[in-house]
């Protein structure tokens, strides 16, 4: 990746990168987001709840995080795990999750497949 960024009096500044280098973390290559992704949220103001759906089968097992500001794990707003063993079930797993009160401005999920992580 090469660019230049010009300013008004005709200077630049030039960056590049050569290379970058992905760090492999895990030895096992996870699906494509085409395989696994949530296919529907819905969320009920009268009862304080949201349901959220995904593709699921009998054996797997799900881990649902929650978030209200998309920060680190431990600091204010960040990713919560609000249940680590939600069992696949054939076709898809419903989940409702309480959003408590007062309901949150907004509410961030992330499920992921944790079989054989455990």
Known sequence: LRGINYNASGGGNWMGHDFVALNVVSPIIPPTI????????????????????WPSAVGRTYKVDTSTGLGPAGSVGGWQEYDDSVPGVAGEVRYEISLGVP????????????????
């Open 34 to 53: 085409d395989t696994f992704r949530i296919t529907d949220i819905s969320v009920n103001l009268a009862n304080g709840t949201m349901t959220v759906t």
């Open 103 to 118: 309901i949150p401005a907004k509410q961030y999920v992330k499920v992921s497949d944790i079989t054989g992580n455990g």
